[in-house]
């Protein structure tokens, strides 16, 4: 068996353009189909995988091990995120060539089942982006929350934390509290709530103001209290509060993950499998992980085909903890691909079609052609003009 040639379909889906990769076989019939998504990079990531495709054209698909070695490798210069995102989109369509040649999902290949469902959260507005990034009121917040309750989940993640850099100020902080402590009273103590900080902190202290403002509402985790890679201040916080801390979904490779694991900084690491390289990448960092007594809860606010890498994953990663989804993020998320995904109860329950058991629906997808996405993170300035991490 071998690759005979690797393409993108780009679907624009407002805030990002979907990046699915197909991958194509000398056996009738027999393609894979991965996904590439990195927000506001499309044209990077579509141009790395067209550099790629020549370094595995005329390979076995199934030496998936040795082909990411040599993606890797065999171009000299580390890849980054956008490498690393291309390599996913290449690397997850070789697993579903795989599982379809043998007749076997993807999970049994990645070494069977480890559990017999699979938890997930949403965000508010079941993705919808203002009222994902934009819900920073108590009755707005609990008005999102419970259409999301409606549709089945039982946890939810917000996005309440405002732009902020050095010091939080006190009326900030005080907003932050009470909206938890509003949201929880209208939700229950039965719900799950995260709270994204998406690195808004840009110090220990700033964070841990906040920190200590929800921990009332005993969130599941705190997530990205501090921009990526800030080891040292992630360590501090973690010395200073009892709320678990979570991080990791801007890291793309093992290497990034490694000094925090050993510092035992966070509670749960939030690999993306679209930006880490996919399943090979992930596996590894889901060990190293379980090794420090961490836990995985995989981050995944990108397109359909993402989604069901992850449920595939999670099935097959002993240390897994919740899952991140985002189907509402425009109205037709679940036109352009048929997938197995099925939720009942706020879980997604395993799958048993050979390989990703997905497949693009192309007519579809060529109705929303690539175009420039929503600039949300442009919003990320203080009133004085500072720019800061949105």
Sequence with gaps: MKITGIRTVVVNAEMRNWIFVRV????????????ATLEWKTRAVTGAVEDLAPLIIGRDPRDIENLVRIMHKHGFWRIGVIGSSAIAGIEVALWDIFGKSVGLPVWRLLG?????????????????????????????????????????????????????????????VDDV???????????GDEVDLMVDFHGRCASAGAALHYIDALSAGRPLFVEEPLPPQDVAGLKAIAGRTHVPLAAGERLVDRWEFEPIFAARAIDVAQPDLCHVGGFTEARKIAAMAELAGIGIAPHNPLGPLAGVAALHFDIATPNFVIQEEMVGAVPWYGEVLQGPIRMVDGHWQIPEA?????????????????????????????????????
């Design 354 to 390: 050979p390989g990703l058991g997905v497949e693009i629906d192309e007519t579809v997808a060529a109705r929303h052609p690539f175009k420039q996405e929503i600039m949300a993170a442009t919003e990320a300035v203080l009133p004085d003009g500072t720019v800061v991490d949105w």
């Design 177 to 187: 509290a009470r909206m938890m402590q509003d949201l929880r009273a209208a939700v």
């Design 112 to 172: 069977g089942r480890t559990r017999d469902r699979v938890r997930v959260y949403t965000h508010l507005g079941l993705g919808q982006i203002d009222a994902v990034y934009n819900t920073m009121s108590a009755g707005a917040l609990i008005e999102r929350a419970h259409e999301v309750l409606a549709r089945g989940y039982q946890a939810m993640k917000l996005v309440i934390i405002p732009y902020t850099h050095y010091t939080a100020p006190n009326r900030a």
């Design 24 to 35: 194509d076989t000398d056996q009738p019939g027999l393609y894979g189909w991965g996904e």
